[in-house]
Structure formats: structure tokens, C-alpha cells
Nanobody
Framework: VQLQASGGGLAQVGGSLKLSCTAS????????MGWFRQAPGKEREFVAA????????HYKDSVKGRFIISRDNAKNTVYLQMSSLKFEDTALYFC???????????????????WGQGTLVTVSS
């Protein structure tokens, strides 16, 4: 599975961006998908995850109510709609995928088998 993240760029505080992550190589319709981010000088951290059927989603506390993760299995794509952006959202955003058998370690990097290359989000005033 290859993951290609896109949609990053420059946004103003309070603005919005929508990230996309498209998988190739095989269908990820039975995979859990996640978004992580790494700010300059910091470790990579969990942002959001969605299960294979879109029946469950999980978020980092600081993005709850501002970010929405979704997926379109027909397009083999997962999205991260980011709103009310803050300076602290500035980071390189990575998408990740975990295939069957599925578990529940959604917030852990080790849970994911495949990673995209990252897309940069910069929030400015």
C-alpha cells in the first residue's frame, strides 16, 4: 500500500484546510486509517483516526470540535477537514493505514503498517 497525502499549505489563524490521503496498490476499504502530525522540534503525535466502516472516529483532545476525519472507500481516500486553525496546528501531517486483523491502538504509531510522506500545514496570522 502506498499513501499519498496532499492538501497542505498556508492558512490563516481561524481558517480551514482539507487534507486528503489517497491509497494505491490495493484497496484500503478494510483498513483503519489515521492522521498524525509532527511540529518542528517535536515528536510525531496522533491527530485523528477512523475505522474501516466509518462507524467510529477518534481525535486528539486539542482538535476535537475543529477537525473532522472522514473517508470515501470508493475513492480509496481518507480526509481531514481542519477548521478554526491555530498556530499550534502548524506541522507536517502524515496519513497512515492499518490492515486486518484490526485492533484498537488507534493513537499509537506502532499500530499502523503503512505511512504517507507527509503534507505541510502552516498556520499564520
Amino acid at each position: 500500500v502506498q499513501l499519498q497525502a496532499s492538501g497542505g499549505g498556508l492558512a490563516q489563524v481561524g481558517g480551514s484546510l482539507k487534507l486528503s490521503c489517497t491509497a494505491s496498490g490495493r484497496t484500503v476499504s478494510t483498513y483503519d486509517m489515521g492522521w498524525f502530525r509532527q511540529a518542528p522540534g517535536k515528536e510525531r503525535e496522533f491527530v485523528a483516526a477512523i475505522n474501516w466502516s466509518s462507524s467510529a472516529a477518534h481525535y486528539k483532545d486539542s482538535v476535537k470540535g475543529r477537525f473532522i476525519i472522514s473517508r470515501d472507500n470508493a475513492k480509496n481516500t481518507v480526509y481531514l477537514q481542519m477548521s478554526s486553525l491555530k498556530f499550534e496546528d502548524t506541522a507536517l501531517y502524515f496519513c497512515a493505514a492499518h490492515g486486518p486483523p484490526l485492533g484498537s491502538a488507534w493513537e499509537e504509531e506502532y499500530y499502523y503498517d503503512y505511512w504517507g510522506q507527509g503534507t505541510l500545514v502552516t498556520v499564520s496570522s
